[in-house]
């Protein structure tokens, strides 16, 4: 079966630290890959998505960065954290469009991070 | 822009009554719609889904209906017990890659 891991679940950074949260999905191949944040009374806003290795597509304009160094593994970086940088990361996956259920996402357990 | 509205933040019913959450979508070429339930601390889960070619898909206590002419989709759970209390979360798909979530509702379920 497939399992989806997010780390770190808590994180408390200063304004202008970097950041790195990482995602890792195990049991299945070439999957898709999200990030979501859901901020504080809102829903979920896409982040980025990655349909392979090295293929990141961005949805918004930010200080936020992702990247996809192995099949199962998906990396949310910044450089500078801001204040608005706070919320609910969210990690998820999907089987690729040419496999099953394609339209399902499966989601990790999340890491709240708050920015001070 | 928002593409896909839950305009109700939160719904509370009574045990064993039937809970109705509502969606609504603006984008025409969404083709596959989904539920979602969160739990606090937790990343949703998947509870629910129908194609734009059907009107209706049942699972247990659990039915979705989608009128693509208004543009709108609900959830109805009955009977509605007090583990169901989480925020549900509608959304919709236009190919694989790309989702978009309403805002959620948080449903209350009182014994």
């Known amino acids: 079966s497939q399992t989806i891991h997010q780390w770190p679940a808590t994180l408390v950074q200063p304004v202008g630290s970097p950041l790195s949260l990482e995602c890792t999905v195990e049991g299945t191949s070439n999957p898709n890959l999200y990030w979501y944040r859901q901020a504080a009374g809102r829903g979920l806003q896409l982040l980025f998505y990655s349909v392979g290795i090295g293929q990141i597509s961005s949805e918004v304009p930010q200080n936020l960065s992702a990247s996809r160094p192995q099949d199962r593994q998906f990396i949310l970086s910044s450089k500078k954290l801001l204040l608005s940088d706070s919320g609910f990361y969210l990690c998820a996956w999907s089987h690729p469009p040419t496999g099953p259920k394609n339209y399902e996402q499966y989601f990790g357990p999340g890491t709240r991070l708050t920015v001070t | 822009d928002q593409q896909v509205k839950q305009n109700s933040p939160s719904l509370s019913v009574q045990e064993g009554r039937i809970s109705i959450l509502n969606c609504d979508y603006t984008?025409?070429?969404?083709?596959?719609f989904l539920w979602y339930k969160k739990y606090p601390a937790e990343g949703p889960t998947f509870l629910i889904s129908i194609s734009s070619i059907k009107d209706k898909n049942e699972d247990g206590r659990f039915t979705v209906f989608l009128n693509k002419s208004a543009k709108h989709l609900s959830l109805h759970i009955v009977p509605s017990q007090p583990g169901d209390s989480a925020v549900y979360f509608c959304a919709a798909s236009e190919g694989n890659n790309d989702m978009r979530f309403g805002a959620g509702t948080r449903l209350t379920v009182k014994p």
């Open positions: 984008n025409s070429m969404f083709d596959y």
